[in-house]
């Protein structure tokens, strides 16, 4: 089965980012890098949480019915836990694999302190700050939290406001929740590759130093 990065972009939507970078970046010696995650982190206590909200209720319900039925007096409380123990197997599996379900468990700080930690893991991993002229860019897209987070490095941080960041990314989340996320990240590439152009044009000796996409495979 294929995972939540792997099923966000079709080989063809992958084919038109890897190009669009290609041709953003000839006229710039800036590096810019689209990658896609399944998710910034598994989020463990929400399947708990998200186990035990659903499981209490409908224990408590069936443990009401089904001891009046079999009529078992002080034993109720050992026939609740039982239900309890059970409800919260199955509620947390379906938590654990269901992202959307998943998601209303887990707060919004969590989230943006999880994506922005793994972006700037991501940024380190895949080496975005040995490039000659300090000029790397990460788009990173995490699919489950819907959240994009972009990393320049310090040449172009310098050069860059935050603003300037910002409006790529709400090019990128507007793209994904009308299901059009190749066209806005080629369309945020391009724009990139506008502010990289104006501070940092090409060189006569530029080489392409890294990868144009990188597609998480689990």
Known sequence: MKSLAQQFLS???????IQTVREVELETAGEIVPMVV????????ADVIGGMAFALPVSLI???FIGAWLWIGNQNM????????????????TCKHLPWLKRMF???RE?????????????????????RDRTGILI?????????????????????????????????TNGIQQKNQAAAICQAVKEAGQ???????????DQNELKNLIVEQN
């Open 11 to 17: 080989d063809q939507d992958r084919e038109k980012i």
């Open 38 to 45: 399944s998710r910034s982190y598994s989020y463990p206590m």
């Open 62 to 64: 069936l443990s009401y």
């Open 78 to 93: 050992w026939l609740f836990l039982g239900i309890l123990t059970i409800c919260f197997m199955v509620f947390h599996q």
């Open 106 to 108: 887990i707060s919004q």
């Open 111 to 131: 989230i943006e302190e999880e994506v922005k930690e793994a972006a700037m893991v991501s940024f380190l991993r895949e080496g975005l700050y040995q490039t």
């Open 140 to 172: 990173f897209i995490s699919v489950f939290e819907r959240k994009v987070w972009i990393l320049g490095d310090q040449g172009i941080n310098t050069k860059v406001s935050k603003d300037q960041w910002d409006k790529i990314i709400r090019m990128i």
């Open 195 to 205: 502010l990289l152009k104006t501070h940092f044009p090409i060189r006569s000796d």
